[in-house]
């Protein structure tokens, strides 16, 4: 299982650490960890991921405002966004599939609940 965690209230233009947290006994170092978001009335997006082999993606919004690492001692994966924008209010999740080694597509074998990102003044 997986435990999504982090979101919260943010200035425009302030920044955010979103974790996933894997239940003990998932080593969330082997799979292919993925971030998507979902704001009000929308479809879900793919966001960021980190495959098995730790290739990374951003989706073109986020690029060079994001980064996703992996924290192996705390079997979480961290997504650091900054510069952060109305545009990037959502509900994030982060989900994971084992021994994948890309990042396409959302076919993920485990979702976490969502934690909501509020971008406001």
């Known amino acids: 299982q997986l435990q999504a965690s982090g979101g919260g209230l943010v200035q425009p233009g302030g920044s955010l650490r979103l974790s996933c947290a894997a239940s003990?006994?998932?080593?969330?170092?082997?799979?292919?960890v993925g971030w998507f978001h979902q704001a009000p009335g929308k479809g879900r997006e793919g966001v960021s991921c980190i495959n098995s082999g730790d290739g990374i993606y951003y989706e073109e919004s986020v690029k060079g405002r994001a980064i996703i690492y992996r924290d192996n001692a705390k079997n979480t994966v961290y997504l650091v966004l900054r510069d952060l924008r109305a545009e990037d209010a959502a509900t994030y999740y982060c989900a994971a599939v084992l021994n994948r080694y890309y990042c396409h597509g959302d076919d993920y074998d485990y979702w976490g609940q969502g934690t909501l990102v509020t971008v406001s003044s």
């Open positions: 003990p006994g998932t080593t969330l170092s082997s799979y292919a």
